[in-house]
RNA sequence: GGAGCGUUGGUCAAGGGGUUAAGACACCUCCCUUUCACGGAGGAAUCACGGGUUCGAUUCCCGUACGCUCUACCA
C-alpha cells in the first residue's frame, strides 16, 4: 500500500434511484477504509448520463449517508479543494483528455451512428457470437477515423458531424493489475471491445470520468462493486497512457450481494417479492411513482444497519458480530474481505437490529419509540414513565414499530382483550376472586411490583386458588393478550386507578 | 458464445498442509420463566467433483462442473 500518500477514496454514485444494500455497503467499506488509515471520504456524483437524471437521487444518497452516521470529507455539499464533485459540472475537463489521448494514437474518432452500430450488431450476430463487440476486429469495418482517413476525419470534424472517442484497445497485451482482494487479476487486451470515452453529446463515459477524476482528486484506493471487473482493463489502460500506472489507486472489487434464494444479484424487486426492504430509506421514483421501502421506516436503527452490512462480506476474524460505526473503523482491513458474493439474509439482519435494540439504553431509545407510536397515530410523551417501559419492554422489540405493539397496553387499554383465552376455564370462583381482588387493590397504599405479588398471592391463598390460574386471566385483563413483561411489573407502571378500571371492564365481559 | 471472477452446514462464515472443521442466524429438542421474550444446554458439513504434489490435502497445482458478473454513446 502507498503509504507515502493520505489515503483518499471516493464513493461515486450515479444519481438514478434510491441507493441499495450493496451501494450502501461500498460507501461503508469506502468509510471504514479511509478512516482507518485517516484518511478523506469523498463523495463525487456520477451524472454523466443526462438521459438518466433523477430528480431527489442526488439528496436521498446524502441523506442516506448522513442517516448511516457516515459523513463525506468533500462533496458537492461540502465543498473541498477538487470541487466540482458533480461531474456534469466538470463536463469541460473531460474532452482534453479525450483529445490527447486521439493525438497518442490510444483512441479515435469514431462517426457510427446508434443504427448504424445496432446493424452491425445484428450483422455479425452469431450462435458463437451473440454479442459482437466494436474490437480491434472489427473496427476496421466500421465508420472511423482509422478507416476514414485523415482527410476524411477532419471535414466530417469541421462539418460537427455527431462522433464519439473510442478507445483503441492493443491488439495483443496482457493487462493485469493486484485488486486488493483478489490478488493479480489479469486480461488479454483482444477481449475488451473499443469502449466510448466521450460520447457525442461531449460528456464522457463513466470509463473516463472515473480515471480523470480519481486522478485529479488524489484518489489512492477505488473500490467498487465485482461487476466492474470486466472492464477494469480500460481503467488500467487510461491510467497508463494518461497519468502512469504508478499513480494508479490501488483497486479492490467487492463481491456482490445476491438474492436470499436462487442466483444473481439482489434487487428491489426481491424485496418486494419477498418482503423485505433493499433500500436504505424508503423511495420513490419520480417517474413512474414506484414505492420501495427502506430499512429506516422498517425500524431498524442505523447502527445495525451498518453493522449488518460490515458482516456481509467482512469480518475481524474473532467471531465478534456487533460493532459500532467506531469499533468498524478500527478493525476494517480490506484483506479480510470475502472474495465470494453472500446471500442476503433477511433473519440475519433483523437479529442485528435486535441485538442493537437490546444493547441500547432505554433514553436513547425513547425518541425513536416515541417517533413508532406517531407513526401509528398514537401521542406518548418522552419521560420517564416511557423509559420504564421501553427498559422493560425492548428484549422483546427486533424492529421498531414492535415497541407499539409491545408496550401499546401503557398507554391504552386494550380495545379487544383476548377473552377467549380465558373463557373456557373461567368460573364462579375466579369471578369471586377478582371481584375481591379489585376492593383490595382499591384499599392499598402500596403499588410497587412486590407489594401487589404479594397481594395477589396473599387473596388466592386465601380463597384456595392457584395462582397460576389466576395470572393469565390478570394478564389479558391489562395487557388484552398473552404477551408482555410481568404482570406486576405492568400494574405497577399503568397505576392503581387504570388496573383497577381494566379488571373491572374485563370482568363485565366474562 | 466469449472473457473475468467465484464455490466450507439451509444462510453468514472462521480456519488455510496433520483440527473432534470455530462461531452466528434460522430450524428442532430440552431447561429457565405461573404469558411472551431474554438467557442456558443439546442437535446438522465425507469443506462442488476429478486428477496431481505430499508421509498426509478442506487448505497448494491442474482440469471439470456449477454459479455469478460483464459483453450499451448506463453506471
Known amino acids: 500500500m502507498n503509504t507515502e500518500k493520505k ?41 454523466t448520463d443526462q438521459t438518466r437524471f ?42 482534453g483528455y479525450a483529445d490527447k489521448l486521439v493525438e497518442a494514437g490510444h483512441a479515435y474518432y469514431a462517426f457510427d451512428t446508434p443504427a448504424e452500430l445496432e446493424e452491425m450488431r445484428s450483422r455479425f450476430k452469431t450462435d458463437e457470437n451473440p454479442s459482437p463487440q466494436y474490437n480491434h476486429l472489427l473496427r476496421e469495418k466500421m465508420r472511423n477515423s482509422l478507416t476514414l482517413g485523415n482527410e476524411e476525419t477532419q471535414r466530417l470534424l469541421a462539418e460537427g458531424t455527431a462522433h464519439v472517442i473510442r478507445i483503441k484497445m492493443p491488439v ?26 466521450l460520447k457525442a453529446d461531449g460528456m464522457p463515459t463513466y470509463h473516463l470520468a472515473v480515471v480523470v477524476d480519481d486522478y485529479l482528486m488524489k484518489i489512492t484506493h477505488a473500490f467498487r462493486g465485482e461487476e466492474w471487473l470486466p472492464s477494469a482493463p480500460v481503467h488500467v489502460l487510461l491510467w497508463k497512457y494518461l497519468f502512469g500506472l504508478e499513480n494508479m489507486p490501488q483497486w479492490a472489487h467487492l463481491p456482490l450481494i445476491l438474492k436470499p434464494d436462487g442466483n444473481g444479484k439482489l434487487n428491489k424487486r426481491d424485496g418486494e417479492r419477498l418482503g423485505f426492504p433493499v433500500f436504505a430509506m424508503n423511495w420513490t421514483d419520480p417517474r413512474t411513482n414506484e414505492f420501495t421501502q427502506g430499512f429506516r421506516e422498517k425500524g431498524f436503527l442505523p447502527g445495525a444497519f451498518v453493522n449488518m452490512l460490515a458482516l456481509l462480506g467482512w469480518n475481524d476474524g474473532t467471531g465478534q458480530e456487533i460493532f459500532t460505526l467506531n469499533e468498524l473503523v478500527e478493525k476494517f482491513s480490506m484483506e479480510r474481505v470475502h472474495k465470494g458474493g453472500a446471500k ?23 425518541d425513536k419509540v416515541v417517533a413508532a407510536f406517531a407513526d401509528k397515530g398514537i401521542s406518548v410523551t418522552k419521560d420517564k414513565k416511557l423509559e420504564k417501559v421501553v427498559a422493560l419492554v425492548k428484549e422483546r422489540c427486533t424492529l421498531l414499530p414492535d415497541f407499539v405493539q409491545q408496550a401499546g397496553f401503557f398507554f391504552q387499554a386494550p380495545v379487544e382483550p383476548d377473552i377467549s383465552a380465558i373463557k373456557p376455564k373461567w368460573d364462579e370462583k375466579k369471578q369471586l376472586f377478582f371481584a375481591e381482588l379489585i376492593r383490595t387493590l382499591e384499599l392499598s397504599t402500596l403499588w410497587e411490583h412486590e407489594d401487589l405479588e404479594k397481594s395477589f398471592k396473599e387473596l388466592a391463598a386465601t380463597q384456595q386458588l392457584k395462582p397460576g390460574d389466576l395470572m393469565l386471566p390478570l394478564r389479558i385483563m391489562l395487557v388484552g393478550g398473552k404477551f408482555g413483561p410481568g404482570v406486576f411489573d405492568i400494574a405497577a407502571i399503568i397505576g392503581k386507578e387504570e388496573t383497577i378500571h381494566r379488571i373491572k371492564y374485563v370482568l363485565g365481559l366474562l
Open 344 to 366: 442476503f439474509d433477511y433473519e440475519k439482519a433483523k437479529w442485528f437490529n435486535h441485538e442493537w435494540i437490546k444493547n441500547s439504553g432505554a433514553e436513547d431509545l425513547a
Open 54 to 95: 433523477v430528480a431527489g437521487a442526488e439528496e436521498y444518497i446524502f441523506e442516506c449517508l448522513k442517516w448511516c452516521g457516515i459523513e463525506p470529507d468533500e462533496s458537492a455539499l461540502h465543498s473541498g479543494p477538487y470541487a466540482p464533485y458533480r461531474q456534469s459540472e466538470r463536463k469541460p475537463i473531460y474532452k
Open 7 to 47: 489515503v483518499r477514496v471516493r464513493f461515486a454514485p450515479s444519481p438514478t434511484g434510491g441507493l441499495h444494500l450493496g451501494g450502501v455497503r461500498t460507501v461503508l467499506f469506502n468509510y471504514l477504509f479511509a478512516k482507518h488509515y485517516g484518511g478523506d471520504f469523498i463523495l463525487r456524483i456520477e451524472d
Open 172 to 197: 495483443d497485451e496482457e493487462i493485469k493489475f493486484t485488486d486488493m482482494i483478489r490478488g493479480e487479476v489479469s486480461f488479454q487486451s483482444s477481449q475488451t471491445d473499443d469502449k466510448v470515452l
